[in-house]
């Protein structure tokens, strides 16, 4: 006699998350089945690094990257919270011009928020660089190292060097993690006094500042076509409005369950970002904690960064980018809705 779906799956389990009850449907979905890990061992993931993830994610717009069939099916992207949410809930409406619409996406203030998500088939939180307070005002400036698709790692890791070398001639403190991927993200937090478009010039005048002291390993170029592939590209349109990276703490859409993990400075000439996956993190923060944890003690002005930008906009280094408008994300009717450059 064939399995019922329950058999299958397993059977809804309740679980209590900051005192509320969450039903947890298909615990026993194969989630990662190349190292055997359901969905259930996703939420205990979560769970077990629940201060940094919430702290990645606290007051942010956040899309959800979904996989209701875990990874061998389809990859949804959310930005609107379904209807039927519970009340407790909370999140944040944002308005997208380009389509006269709004959403209300989730904006995480507790874990039981993240594991309600996790319940959703969420494997990954991309969150946006503003909160709730202001969305149009960022506090957050990312600095992302995306490698060409033939170029080593051990040429992001002396990027990331020359990046370091940069914050500290700023007096910039920069918070680095792995991607989760092939690249390494640092994240510098800035007062909100700024738009999209002047944090965005201020991320290309530092990125050209990095390809100025380490040519022959970065590129600004914008176009992919034009960009020596075994170069690393200082991504700095993923500071333009509604444009996300993969928050600390998420897990990544890939077979080994990777995580994006926050790492020292120290750590970097040495890391593998293979080794950061939701069997290895937790025991790692059981042990160092929430490595930014203080991220939002070192405020940056970016005063000097646009100082640069004008620098550079007057000797006629424009931006040559075709940036995608700042709404890009297609926000329809339904509750999936796909951004072109997550990350």
């Not at 992302?144 to 992001?156: A, E, I, K």
């Not at 792995?178 to 510098?188: D, E, N, P, R």
């Amino acid at each position: 006699m064939a399995a019922k779906a329950d058999d299958a799956v397993g059977k809804p389990i309740e679980l209590q998350v900051d005192g509320l009850p969450i039903r947890f449907t298909s615990p026993e979905r194969m989630y990662f089945p190349e190292i055997g890990a359901s969905k259930l061992e996703l939420a205990q993931y979560y769970q077990a690094v629940g201060p940094g993830i919430v702290n990645a994610l606290r007051d942010r717009p956040c899309m959800l990257h979904r996989f209701p069939s875990g990874l061998t099916g389809d990859k949804v992207h959310q930005k609107r919270v379904p209807k039927g949410a519970p009340e407790w809930l909370p999140t944040v409406q944002v308005f997208f011009p380009r389509f006269k619409r709004t959403a209300d996406e989730l904006c995480v203030e507790k874990l039981a928020d993240v594991i309600w998500a996790v319940q959703m088939s969420t494997v990954e939180f991309h969150p946006w660089n503003s909160r709730s307070a202001d969305v149009e005002r960022p506090d957050e400036w990312r600095i992302d190292l995306d490698p060409g698709p033939t170029c080593p790692f051990s040429r992001v890791q002396r990027v990331a060097d020359v990046v370091h070398e940069v914050l500290d001639d700023l007096g910039a403190v920069g918070w680095p993690k792995t991607s989760g991927g092939k690249g390494l993200h640092i994240y510098v937090r800035v007062a909100p006094d700024h738009s999209f478009t002047d944090v965005r010039r201020a991320a290309l005048a530092f990125a050209r500042e990095v390809e100025r002291r380490a040519p022959q390993d970065v590129t600004t170029t914008w176009w992919r076509k034009d960009r020596d592939p075994s170069l690393v590209f200082v991504d700095y349109n993923q500071n333009a409005r509604d444009h996300t990276i993969a928050a600390a703490y998420s897990v990544r859409g890939m077979p080994d369950a990777r995580v994006s993990t926050p790492i020292r400075w120290a750590e970097i000439p040495d890391v593998d970002p293979r080794d950061f996956t939701i069997r290895t993190v937790p025991a790692r923060f059981a042990e160092l904690g929430d490595l930014h944890a203080g991220i939002d003690e070192a405020v940056f002005s970016l005063a000097p960064l646009l100082e640069w930008a004008e620098r550079d906009e007057r000797e006629g280094l424009t931006d040559k980018s075709d940036e995608v408008p700042v709404d890009a994300g297609q926000v329809g009717k339904g509750g999936s809705e796909s951004h072109p450059r997550d990350r």
